[in-house]
């Protein structure tokens, strides 16, 4: 500044018209230079316009297909919230089984899993938040700290402007300008590599996003594979039912036959009862008999014994008898022999001897006949002999009878005694029968009650069974809706990946037009400084780019509230996700509580409940899944708004820096039109104005 | 001269008759005196009416067994060319007349020696009956003593006569 203003008093100490139109041509010379570099700079900038707006109009598109995601997504939510209710309407459908419904403890146990997998999931989230949180607190640092460097550049400036206060108000403006133009280069420079990396975040994200949602459409179709077994295995319970339903029927049946069976035993004991008391009389009686028949085998055998001796008796005098006969016999044999010789002697004596032989042959008749008797009675005494004999043998042989009947008739007695007392023990044990068998006949009863409670049981089980089927039909069909708006989800995310790639290569774009502006700005700010050695006339565009510059202090002033307003929502995100992280845990303490108390539950329909779990469990791994995409959704939508207010905050500075460009341009066009008229002046002879109108 | 009479007797439960001139008379047997060295048939000596007549024992003499002596057995005495001879019988209780004509031939069936001493075969009744020679019975025994070893210096066929006179 020195220097100009030495300048300009050696311009007016030794004033020399050449040197000065020379210097004046220079001048108009380097003013070309710069409306030259400022047309390069303006379609530059014109051009990096054009290409804010494009990226512009990506976001926005990019926004609106967000706008459509976090749609389908709250759709998806509210189908699996859908989903989820049908499974609740089902799991109170299987309380209402009360007690016999199985495996609600492990159910619950997985459940618990799944809030688990939830609480650590929110937890991600919640990471995710905080992460963003030191991201917009780094942005909220480097718009401090451009603030700050803008605040520099305004004292800096104001400095410049005092001390350029006598030099050429249009060069320090123009230099000043030039300046902010450069500083603000540098910013858009910068914030264009921010909103690359933005950009590549949001495509990281994005990317994130797609596999999110192929694993929820994997996890979707698992779904409805479980859904529909569950379906197939209700029906198989509700076929399950119905056979119970029957066989309780037939069970029911059964126990009516029972009891009536157990009426007809029971009659059958009393009459049992009955005949063993007559059986028992009927027994002593017996015994009595037998009794009485030992008594008469005894008489009997005292009987036999005196026939036996009667019998001894007897075949004495026979013998007896037979000795009288061979005496008889004897002397009917000498007869015999008396009337033979009386015979040979008459037969000897002739004629003389003749009525003698017949005397004769008389007496030997007779004695023949005597001969012939006692032979008789010889054989009936034998006869009588040999009947007497077999007496006797009989008789002895009736003894041992006797003996052995009297032996078998004790034993008899023996055995009738015993079957005494086994009849009166059957009496006792048909007694017993009877009571037990009265006993059976109330139990019965009761079983027959116990059957027809569980026939009204087994009916009730089956009714809420068909309940089941229709809503895992209806579950079944949620889930296939819920199928096809996943599919969605992945087209449009696919889509927005596609969008995405777009917006990097515009944004890469962008720089690259960024570090074309901020090189020519830079060879400006170059041919600037010339400028500023030269000619003093540029205070006032030093106040104006003083001006400009408290205008971009106010800019980042506004940025920063609006970054730290940023950094309050986050640090709210937080603390709600922080909340969240604490119900979550709440919940997973309270699903523990419950399982506690579920352990107690029944172990019934076991497969039923499983297939429940796995529904509710896969249920909730969508619902998360879910909210996690409407996560990531807010994120992208924070990001994309992120992104928009910075391009629009790029294309706000770029607008200012067409500004300046345009002031640099009307400078460059005053101070070559200055130029010509003093190159005109110096050349009119010996000039008008010996101090000229440098200084404007 | 022989008239139609004759004593039936019994030997082994055949009857036999002799005619009743030939018989001195029957009488029971208490015991039999056994002799020494008399033939085999022989059962030994009895004493009858004052005289010692040989017993000849028929069951022997006809060849079959001998029998105990019991109330039935008879002793036939028997008179034969003036000599008295006993014979053992089973039993002998009759005396009958039978007819010349219904005594048959004994036939070419019996030859030998029981021919030599049977006369015929008589049919009374249903009864067959053998009738006897005493002639010829005694003198086949008086052969048959004959030869024996003791009485060789009697000569032959006349020892029992001889020794009875």
Known sequence: ?696 | MTTDNYILFTVAGTSYALPSQDVAHVEMVDQVTRVPNAPAFVDGVVFSRGQVVPAINMRARFGFERAALDVSSRLLVVQSKGRSVGLLVDSCREFMNVPQSSIHPPGEALSGLSAQYVDGMASVGNRLIVVLSLERLLGSTEHAVATRPREQASGEGHGYTETRN
């Open chain 1, 1 to 696: 500044m020195a220097t100009q203003k030495r300048a300009i008093n050696g311009t007016h100490h030794a004033f020399d018209p050449r040197s000065v139109i020379g210097q004046a041509e220079q001048v108009t010379a380097s003013a070309h230079g710069i409306a030259r570099t400022a047309d390069e700079v303006w379609e530059g900038a014109s051009e990096q316009l054009r290409s804010l707006d494009q990226a512009s109009v990506e976001l926005e598109s990019t926004a609106a297909s967000l706008a459509e995601t976090a749609t389908l997504a709250e759709s998806i939510l509210a189908a699996t919230e859908e989903t989820l209710s049908g499974a609740n309407e089902m799991a109170a459908s299987i309380e209402g089984l009360a007690s016999n419904i199985n495996g609600l403890t492990s159910f619950i146990g997985k459940t618990a899993t799944a809030i688990d997998q939830s609480s650590a999931s929110i937890q991600s989230v919640s990471a995710t938040a905080a992460e963003m949180a030191t991201a917009a607190e780094q942005v909220t640092t480097s718009i401090t700290q451009m603030s700050s460097s803008v605040r520099a550049v305004s004292g800096d400036t104001e400095s410049l402007a005092a001390s350029v206060e006598q030099t050429s108000a249009s060069l320090i403006e123009m230099a000043a300008s030039i300046r902010s133009v450069s500083g603000n280069s540098d910013d858009l420079a910068a914030a264009s590599e921010q909103t690359a990396s933005s950009i590549n975040e949001m495509a990281a994200s994005i990317e994130e996003v797609g596999a999110m949602s192929e694993n929820l459409a994997t996890i979707i179709e698992q779904n409805s594979a479980s859904i529909e077994e569950m379906a197939r295995s209700i029906q198989s319970v509700a076929a399950s039912g119905r056979n119970i339903a029957d066989a309780a029927t037939t069970a029911a049946a059964s126990a009516t036959q029972t009891e009536k069976s157990i009426e007809s035993v029971a009659g059958l004991a009393s009459r049992a009862d009955a005949l063993a008391r007559r059986v028992s009389s009927e027994a002593q009686e017996g015994g009595a008999a037998v009794e009485r028949s030992i008594q008469g085998i005894g008489r009997l055998r005292t009987a036999m014994s005196q026939s036996s001796t009667v019998m001894k008796e007897m075949g004495k005098r026979t013998s007896d008898i037979t000795s009288i006969v061979a005496t008889i016999n004897m002397i009917a044999e000498r007869t015999n022999l008396l009337s033979l010789n009386a015979s040979i002697e008459a037969a000897r004596a002739g004629d003389a001897g003749r009525g003698f032989a017949v005397v004769a042959e008389e007496i030997r008749n007779l004695a023949d006949r005597s001969a012939k008797a006692t032979a008789d009675i010889g054989a009936i005494i034998k006869g009588l002999q040999d009947v007497a004999q077999e007496a006797i043998t009989a008789s002895a042989e009736g003894l041992r009878v006797a003996d052995d009947s009297n032996a078998i008739a004790e034993t008899g007695a023996a055995g009738l005694r015993k079957i005494l007392g086994g009849v009166n023990e059957t009496v006792e044990i048909v007694g017993q029968i009877a009571r037990a068998t009265d006993e059976q006949r109330q139990a019965g009863k009761a079983v027959t009650h116990a059957v027809a409670s569980t026939v009204e049981q087994s009916r009730l089980v089956a009714e809420a069974t068909g309940q089941q089927s229709s809503a895992a039909a209806s579950i079944v069909q949620g889930t296939a809706q819920m199928r096809k708006v996943a599919q969605e989800v992945t087209k449009a995310v696919t889509e927005q990946g596609r969008a995405s790639r777009d917006i990097m290569k515009a944004a890469q774009s962008s720089s690259r037009l960024a570090a074309d502006v901020r090189k020519a700005t830079a060879e400006q700010a170059r041919t600037t400084d010339q400028l500023t050695q030269m000619s003093e006339t540029v205070r006032k565009g030093a106040a104006s780019t003083a001006r400009a510059v408290s205008e971009q202090a106010v800019a980042s002033e506004q940025i920063t509230k609006a970054a730290s307003h940023l950094n309050r929502q986050i640090g709210l995100v937080s603390r709600a996700m922080i909340e969240q992280t604490a119900t979550a845990k709440a919940l997973a303490n309270g699903i523990e509580g419950i399982r506690t108390q579920s352990d107690q539950a029944a172990r019934a329909a076991a497969e039923q409940a499983r297939t429940m779990k796995e529904v509710a469990k896969a249920s909730e791994a969508t619902a998360r899944e879910v909210r996690s995409v409407a996560k990531g959704n807010q994120q992208h939508s924070k990001s994309a708004a992120r992104i928009v207010s910075q391009v629009a905050d790029i294309r706000r500075i770029t607008q200012r820096n067409v500004e300046g460009v345009s002031r640099t341009r009307g400078g460059t066009a005053d101070l070559i039109e200055q130029a010509r008229a003093l190159t005109g002046l110096m050349k009119t002879p010996q000039g008008r104005s010996p101090n000229g109108r440098n200084g404007r």
